[in-house]
């Protein structure tokens, strides 16, 4: 993605309709997710979402770069270990609960 998008502005705007759709299909999933309470009223769904978009296309890259599977689970582990951050914490205080 970040090769091509300096070099064709309508792959560029493509591009940011669907990383737009993907953080906006995470939003409400977030938003949702505070409904129902499994996930925390404290958070900020707009600059999770982002987030979460911005780490996995991270991830991609850093692994596509280093040619490395196990990186890559390495890295989706720590966006996974995130996103359960962002459920209910368990009556001890910190910890997520399962």
Same mark, same amino acid.
């Given at each position: !993605? %970040? @090769? !091509? $998008?300096? /070099?064709? @502005?309508?792959?560029?705007?493509?591009?940011?309709?669907?990383?737009?759709?993907?953080? !906006?299909?995470?939003?409400? *999933?977030?938003?949702?997710? &505070?409904? %129902?309470?499994?996930?925390?009223?404290?958070?900020? #769904? @707009?600059?999770? *979402? /982002?987030?979460?978009? =911005?780490?996995? @296309?991270? #991830?991609?890259?850093?692994?596509?770069? !280093? &040619? =490395?599977?196990?990186?890559?689970? /390495?890295?989706?582990? &720590?966006?996974?270990?995130?996103?359960? =951050?962002?459920?209910?914490? $368990?009556? =001890?205080?910190?910890?997520?609960?399962?």
């Amino acid at each position: !993605m %970040q @090769e !091509m $998008s300096p /070099l064709d @502005e309508a792959f560029k705007a493509r591009l940011t309709l669907i990383l737009k759709a993907w953080q !906006m299909a995470i939003h409400n *999933a977030l938003v949702t997710g &505070q409904r %129902q309470r499994q996930i925390r009223a404290d958070v900020d #769904c @707009e600059a999770a *979402a /982002l987030f979460i978009v =911005s780490a996995w @296309e991270g #991830c991609w890259g850093v692994a596509k770069n !280093m &040619q =490395s599977v196990k990186t890559f689970r /390495l890295c989706i582990t &720590q966006l996974q270990d995130y996103v359960l =951050s962002l459920g209910p914490r $368990s009556r =001890s205080g910190n910890k997520p609960t399962r």
